[in-house]
C-alpha cells in the first residue's frame, strides 16, 4: 500500500473504524553515546482503541517518554528507531520529517509535563491556540479565534473570550495546563499524548486537570496515551496500563486487574512501593459517607479523636520545636509590598515526635522549614528549638545551638555541591562544630555513610556519580552527622522514584526510631506523611488551617479545606479511587452550596 | 559503629570493581552472588579502607590525564626556559654570546643564519634587524618582557575581578551596588586613554609597574562573569545547606562557591593573559608602554611592520612566539578547568 493510498483510506474510514488507532509492535529506541549504542526500549508492543486511556508507566530511566517521542519523530539526534507503528495502518517509524509534521498536531498532539515552559510568554494564550489551528487548516483569522474561544471553553476556562488576550503569566497553573490541552485539541486529534500532564500541578488541581480528561475524553472519543510515573493517576484515569521496566514492558492488563492482581513481580514491586494514602490509619475521610449523592458527616468520631489531642499537649515536656504566631514576610523591592509567607502559625513538636507539615506549592511550607534552621528571619513570633528561642539570637549565638538541628532539601542533586566528594559534603558540619582532625573526621564519616547504607568507597564519589537515592541517603549522612534533636526534611523523597522513595523512607524511619530525634516533615505527599509522621499540620496560604494526629486528620478533618486535600489526593486502586471521586465531588458541591 | 566489618569490606571492593553498575543501583550492593566471588578475591589482595582522598590531590590527578595541558605546559616552559636562558635575566649571564641593543655590521644582508640540516645556530639564527641588532636576543628579550607583562595583568586582574565579583554577588545590598557601579566607571573610561594619561609616567619605571597598572584596567570584565555566577550559585541549596550548619560566609565563599566558578575564572584569565599581550603591544606601539631600548614581542612587530615583503624574518619570529604562547596558554587554562571540574573525569580518561 503507498503513502497516498494509506491517506485516502484515512479520511474515508476514520470515524467509523473500529480498529487500535494506534497499534505499536516490537519498538526499538537507542542512543549513540560515545559512538556506542545504548539501548533505551526495546520491543516495545501495544495498541491503542478510540475512546480509550492507555497508560504507560515507569519509574525514571525505564524508556516510556522515549518510545512515544519516538511515534513522533521527535528523538534527540542521537536517537534512533526502529520496529513499527502504524497509525490508523500508516507507518510512523521512519516516514519523512515532513509526513510526520502533518501529522503532529493534527492526528496526535502532545501535552507536556510543565505548562509553564511549553507556553511562549511574549504571545497570548488565545493567540498560541489560534495559531495551532492555523496551522493545519485553512481557516481564517476570524475563524480561528472563534475557535480558539471555542476551545478555551471546552477546557472550562471561566470567560473564554475575555481570557483570549491574558497571557500565560496571567494563568494559574491549573489553567495554563488547560491551555495546552486545549492547543492540543485545535484540530480534533485522534490520539493525545500526555507526558507527565500533571506531574507539576498540586494535587487539587491534578484533580481537576484529570476530571476534566476524563470527561473530553468520553466527549471526544479521542485516545488518549497517558505517560506517568504515578500510580494514583493511572488508577483515577486510566481503561489499560503498560508497565515498563528499563526499556522493556513488563506487563499489559486492564486498569482493575493490574491493580488487584498484578502477574509481574516488578509489578507487584512497584505497586507495594507506593504509599497509599489510609493505609496506615485504616481509611481517609471516615466520617464522610455519599448517599444518594449527598454527603453524611459523622460528628461523633471527631469528637472523640478531638479528646485525645488535648491529652497529647498536656504531656509537660520541653518540645523539641516550638512555634508561637509565627510571621514570615519576604521583603518588597520599590512599589512591590512584602509578601507575607507565613501568617500566625503556631505549632509543637515532642521530643522524638515526627510532625507531618502539609500544603500545596505556595503554602510556606518551605519557609517554614527554613525559618526554622535559622536561613531565614521571622517578622514576628518565635520559635523555639529545645527551650531557646532562636528568632532573638545573633548568628554568633545562633552558632553552638545549630547542632541541635539538621535540614534535609528537597533536590538531592542541588543540595550537595558539585565540586565537593561525598565524604567532604558529610565531614563539613563535623568540621565546623567539632574541629575534628583528619583522622577521627574519616573514621566519623565511614560510620555515617554505613548508616545510611552506603559503601564507604563513595567517600571519594561526587554528587554526579551517585543516582537520586543514594544523594539524598548522602544528605542525610550529613544531616544526622551531629546527632541533632531535630531534623527537618523539606519534601526529602518528593524528587525521587517511587521504588527509591519507598527505601529512604524506610531509612528514615529506621534511623529515626534508632536516634529518636524529632521531626519536621515537610511535604505536599499526604500518603507519605501518613507513612511517617505521628501528628500532621496543615498550611493553606501561608495560615495553619488544622493540626491534630495523623488519625484525626486523615480520617476526621474539620477544616474544609483539608477535605479538598485529602479528597484531591488519588490512590493506587481504581475501585477505591472511583468511591473517593464520588466523594469528592460530593464535597466540592457541598463547599460550594455552603458558600 | 562497625558492626559488620567484613560486609562492609565487601561492598567496598565490590564497588571500587563495578563502576558502571553504580548508577542504576541504589542499595542492594553487597547481595549479588557473582559479585561475592570477585570481592573474596580482591579482598584478600587488599583489605585497607578507602581512604578518602584531598581535592588537590584529584585535581591534580586530572589535570596530568589531560594530554593538551601537558603539552601546552611543555611548550610554555620550553619556551621560558629558552628566553630566560639564553641571554639571561637581571644581570645573571646566558649562554647566547649577543645582546639585544648592541649595534652591529649587518652579516649576509641581515638575513637568519639558523639552518635545520645539518642544524646550526650560526653567527644570528634569526637575522639581523635594519640596525644590525641580533634578532635571536631581540625576540628572547621580548619573550621575557610579554611574559612578565602578560602574567601580572592575568594575576592582577583575575585577583581583583574575582575579589569584586564574589563580594559583590555575595553580599548583594549596597555592597553590590557600590562595587559594581565602580566596575562601571572603569569600563567605561577607554583603557586607552588613561593609558595615555598614566602610562608615560609609569612606564619609566619599568615594565612591573607598567603591568600592574594594566592589570587594573583590565579586571572588570571578570568582575562581572563572576558576580554572575555567584548571583546564580548562592541560591542553591547546598550554600543554604552550608548555611544551615553554620559555616561562615568566608567558608561558603572560598570553600562552596568559588570552585564551582574556577571554569569561568580560569577561561577567561587565559583569554586576559593572551588578550593583555596584545593590549601591550597596541600601546607600545602608541608609544605609551614598553620605551626602547627595551623591547617586547609586540613592539618587535611595530618596529619592523614594514619590513614584511623585504625582511620577512623580522616579521615572523616575534609573531610565531606569540601565537604560541597565546595556544599554549590557552592549552593550559583548559586543562585546569577540566581538572577542577569532578564531571569531566569519566570523558577524559
Known amino acids: 500500500m503507498s503513502a497516498s493510498e494509506a491517506s485516502l483510506v484515512i479520511d474515508d474510514a476514520a470515524p467509523a473504524r473500529e480498529g487500535a488507532i494506534l497499534s505499536v509492535s516490537g519498538l526499538c529506541v537507542d542512543f549513540s553515546v560515545d559512538g556506542e549504542w545504548v539501548m533505551a526500549a526495546e520491543d516495545v508492543s501495544y495498541e491503542i482503541h478510540p475512546g480509550e486511556i492507555l497508560a504507560i508507566v515507569g519509574e525514571s530511566g525505564s524508556g516510556k517518554s522515549m518510545s512515544s517521542m519516538a511515534l513522533l519523530g521527535l528523538l534527540p539526534r542521537n536517537g534512533r528507531s526502529s520496529g513499527s507503528a502504524k497509525m490508523l495502518g500508516k507507518e510512523l517509524i521512519g516516514a ?21 515552559t511549553a507556553l511562549n510568554p ?10 495551532a489551528v492555523e496551522q493545519h487548516t485553512e481557516a481564517s483569522p476570524a475563524q480561528a479565534k472563534e475557535r480558539a474561544i471555542e476551545l478555551l471553553a471546552m477546557v472550562e476556562i471561566p470567560e473564554p473570550a475575555k481570557r483570549y488576550d491574558s497571557y500565560p503569566h496571567q494563568f494559574s497553573g491549573g489553567q495554563r495546563q488547560r491551555a495546552m490541552i486545549a492547543i492540543a485539541l485545535a484540530n480534533d486529534p485522534m490520539l493525545l499524548v500526555a507526558d507527565e500532564p500533571t506531574t507539576a500541578l498540586d494535587v487539587t488541581v491534578q484533580a481537576e486537570v484529570l476530571e476534566l480528561l476524563r470527561r473530553l475524553n468520553k466527549r471526544l472519543n479521542s485516545a488518549v496515551l497517558l505517560i506517568t510515573h504515578d500510580m494514583g493517576v493511572v488508577a483515577d484515569l486510566a481503561d489499560n496500563v503498560v508497565v515498563m521496566e528499563r526499556g522493556r514492558v513488563v506487563e499489559t492488563a486492564p486498569t482493575a486487574q493490574l491493580f488487584t492482581s498484578p502477574r509481574e513481580p516488578y509489578t507487584r514491586q512497584l505497586l507495594d512501593a507506593v504509599p497509599h494514602l489510609g493505609s496506615r490509619v485504616g481509611g481517609v475521610l471516615s466520617d464522610y459517607e455519599v448517599v444518594d449523592g449527598a454527603l453524611r458527616v459523622h460528628e461523633a468520631y471527631a469528637r472523640a479523636a478531638d479528646a485525645e489531642q488535648q491529652t497529647h499537649r498536656d504531656a509537660g515536656t520541653v518540645p523539641a520545636l516550638e512555634l508561637v504566631n509565627v510571621d514570615i514576610e519576604y521583603p518588597g523591592r520599590f512599589r512591590q509590598a512584602p ?19 502539609v500544603g500545596e506549592s505556595g503554602s510556606g511550607k518551605s519557609t517554614i522549614a527554613r525559618a526554622v534552621t535559622g536561613l531565614i528571619r521571622t517578622s514576628a513570633g518565635s520559635v523555639t528549638i529545645a527551650g531557646t528561642d532562636i528568632t532573638a539570637l545573633s548568628a554568633r549565638k545562633l552558632l553552638p545551638l545549630r547542632k541541635k538541628f539538621a535540614i534535609v532539601f528537597q533536590d ?21 562544630h567539632e574541629k575534628l582532625n583528619r583522622a577521627d573526621l574519616d573514621k566519623r564519616v565511614g560510620e555515617l555513610l554505613d548508616d545510611v ?12 556519580e551517585l543516582s537520586g537515592g543514594q544523594r539524598q541517603r548522602v544528605g542525610i549522612a550529613r544531616a544526622l552527622s551531629l546527632r541533632p534533636d531535630l531534623l527537618v526534611a523539606d519534601e526529602p523523597t518528593s524528587a525521587l522514584d517511587v521504588s527509591v522513595q519507598a527505601k529512604v523512607l524506610e531509612l528514615l524511619q529506621e534511623l529515626q526510631r534508632e536516634r529518636g530525634f524529632a521531626c519536621l516533615f515537610v511535604s505536599h505527599d499526604l500518603a507519605v506523611v501518613e507513612l511517617l509522621a505521628s501528628h500532621i499540620a496543615v498550611l493553606n496560604k501561608g495560615r495553619l488551617v488544622e493540626q491534630g494526629t495523623t488519625e484525626q486528620i486523615l480520617k476526621y478533618p474539620k477544616d474544609s479545606y483539608t477535605r479538598r486535600l485529602l479528597a484531591a489526593a488519588p490512590v493506587p486502586d481504581p475501585a477505591e479511587q472511583a468511591l473517593r471521586r464520588e466523594q469528592r465531588n460530593a464535597i466540592l458541591a457541598a463547599g460550594a452550596s455552603a458558600e | 559503629m562497625t558492626k559488620h566489618p567484613e560486609q562492609s569490606g565487601d561492598s567496598r571492593a565490590q564497588v571500587e570493581l563495578s563502576e558502571t553498575t553504580l548508577l542504576s543501583q541504589d542499595t542492594d550492593i553487597s547481595t549479588g552472588t557473582r559479585t561475592r566471588a570477585q570481592t573474596d578475591r580482591i579482598q584478600s589482595s587488599r583489605i585497607q579502607p578507602t581512604e578518602a582522598k584531598s581535592q588537590g590531590k584529584l585535581v591534580r590527578e586530572r589535570f596530568l590525564r589531560h ?3 601537558l603539552a601546552g605546559m611543555g611548550l610554555l616552559l620550553l619556551i621560558i626556559l629558552l628566553s630566560f636562558s639564553s641571554i639571561g635575566f637581571a644581570g645573571l649571564p646566558g649562554w647566547w654570546n649577543k645582546d639585544y641593543d648592541v649595534l652591529a655590521a649587518r652579516f649576509n644582508e641581515g638575513r637568519p643564519t639558523l639552518t635545520l640540516w645539518p642544524f646550526s645556530l650560526g653567527e644570528h639564527p634569526f637575522g639581523q634587524d635594519v640596525l644590525g641588532r641580533d634578532y635571536f636576543a631581540l625576540t628572547m628579550r621580548g619573550i621575557q618582557t610579554s611574559l612578565i607583562i602578560a602574567f601580572i595583568v592575568g594575576l592582577v586582574a583575575m585577583v581583583i575581578g574575582t575579589t569584586v565579583g564574589a563580594v559583590a554577588g555575595y553580599f548583594r545590598g549596597w555592597t553590590e551596588a557600590f ?13 586607552v586613554v588613561i593609558a595615555a594619561v598614566v602610562a608615560g609616567i609609569v612606564a619609566k619605571q619599568g615594565i612591573v609597574p607598567f603591568a600592574i597598572f594594566l592589570g587594573l584596567v583590565t579586571w572588570t570584565g571578570l568582575a562581572r562573569l563572576v558576580r554572575g555566577e555567584f548571583l546564580s550559585l548562592r541560591e542553591k541549596e547546598f550554600v543554604e545547606s552550608a548555611k544551615s550548619v553554620g559555616a561562615s560566609s568566608a567558608r561558603i565563599i572560598f570553600r562552596h562557591i568559588l570552585p564551582n566558578t574556577v571554569g569561568v575564572i580560569i577561561v577567561s584569565t587565559t583569554l586576559a593573559i593572551s588578550g593583555a599581550i596584545l593590549l601591550e603591544t597596541a600601546l607600545s606601539y602608541l608609544g605609551l608602554g614598553v620605551v626602547a631600548p627595551d623591547t617586547s614581542l609586540g613592539k618587535a612587530i611595530n618596529d619592523n611592520r614594514s619590513a614584511l615583503t623585504v625582511r620577512p624574518w623580522l616579521f615572523l619570529w616575534p609573531g610565531a612566539f606569540i601565537v604560541a604562547i597565546a595556544l599554549a596558554v590557552n592549552f593550559i587554562g583548559d586543562g585546569l578547568r577540566d581538572a577542577f571540574d569532578p564531571k569531566q573525569t569519566r570523558i577524559k580518561q
Open chain 1, 96 to 116: 519523512p520529517q515532513s509526513a510526520l509534521r502533518r501529522i503532529r498536531g493534527n492526528d496526535i498532539a502532545m501535552i507536556f509535563q510543565e505548562p509553564m
Open chain 1, 122 to 131: 511574549v504571545l497570548t494564550v488565545g493567540e498560541q491556540i489560534r495559531e
Open chain 1, 339 to 357: 509578601f507575607k509567607a507565613v501568617n500566625d502559625v503556631s505549632f509543637t513538636i515532642n521530643p522524638g515526635e515526627v510532625l507531618g507539615l
Open chain 1, 412 to 432: 538531592p542533586a542541588a543540595s550537595l555541591n558539585p565540586r565537593l566528594s561525598i565524604g567532604e559534603s558529610i565531614g563539613e558540619p563535623m568540621y565546623l
Open chain 1, 453 to 464: 547504607q552506603l559503601p564507604v568507597s563513595f567517600r571519594n564519589r561526587y554528587p554526579h
Open chain 2, 67 to 69: 594530554k593538551g595541558a
Open chain 2, 179 to 191: 562595587l559594581m557601579r565602580i566596575t562601571d566607571v572603569v569600563i567605561t573610561i577607554p583603557t
